[in-house]
């Protein structure tokens, strides 16, 4: 069967790749466009690990076909610092030891910034709503509410309670 074009916005910059039909956005990422960030956990749409921002809204992008991305803004891991800093949800992660085994990481960073850009000062039940659809193996999901509620206060540049 013949490729179909995509074009879409990835981390802000312009992006086309060719795609087999039913391939989804997830193998699209990394194979055509060469991102390696969206990372493949279960593949069934249940762990979270291939969370992407599509124009500004968490998806799994094992379960989002990659033709319906056409036009799209995707953001990934990948975009979300882009320069030589981390991004404040990154650098909360690392501080706060929210990442251990990584495998959760890159899903919980993209939820997190997705519920950050819409509510800037969430609470706690907030936080944990935002990452639900997100498994975590090792951390028992303190320390990740805690980076988040801290990366809030450091975007908002209040001080850390």
């Given at each position: 069967?013949?490729?179909?074009?995509?074009?879409?916005?990835?981390?802000?910059?312009?992006?086309?790749?060719?795609?087999?039909?039913?391939?989804?956005?997830?193998?699209?990422?990394?194979r055509e466009a060469g991102d390696l960030?969206?990372?493949?956990?279960?593949?069934?749409?249940?762990?979270?690990?291939?969370?992407?921002?599509?124009?500004?809204?968490?998806?799994?992008?094992?379960?989002?076909?990659?033709?319906?991305?056409?036009?799209?803004?995707?953001?990934?891991?990948?975009?979300?610092?882009?320069?030589?800093?981390?991004?404040?949800?990154?650098?909360?992660?690392?501080?706060?030891?929210?990442?251990?085994?990584?495998?959760?990481?890159?899903?919980?960073?993209?939820?997190?910034?997705?519920?950050?850009?819409?509510?800037?000062?969430?609470?706690?039940?907030?936080?944990?709503?935002?990452?639900?659809?997100?498994?975590?193996?090792?951390?028992?999901?303190?320390?990740?509410?805690?980076?988040?509620?801290?990366?809030?206060?450091?975007?908002?540049?209040?001080?850390?309670?």
């Amino acid at each position: 069967m013949p490729k179909t074009p995509v074009t879409f916005t990835l981390n802000g910059a312009e992006t086309g790749i060719f795609v087999d039909p039913g391939q989804n956005l997830l193998e699209a990422l990394r194979r055509e466009a060469g991102d390696l960030s969206p990372k493949f956990g279960c593949g069934q749409g249940t762990c979270g690990a291939c969370t992407v921002l599509i124009d500004g809204a968490p998806h799994l992008s094992c379960l989002v076909l990659a033709q319906a991305a056409e036009g799209a803004a995707i953001s990934t891991n990948g975009g979300l610092a882009p320069g030589a800093d981390l991004h404040p949800l990154q650098a909360a992660f690392a501080e706060g030891f929210a990442a251990q085994c990584g495998f959760c990481t890159g899903g919980m960073l993209m939820a997190a910034k997705a519920l950050l850009d819409h509510n800037p000062r969430p609470s706690r039940e907030e936080v944990i709503e935002a990452i639900s659809g997100n498994l975590c193996r090792c951390t028992g999901y303190d320390p990740i509410i805690d980076a988040i509620l801290d990366a809030a206060n450091r975007i908002q540049g209040r001080a850390i309670a």
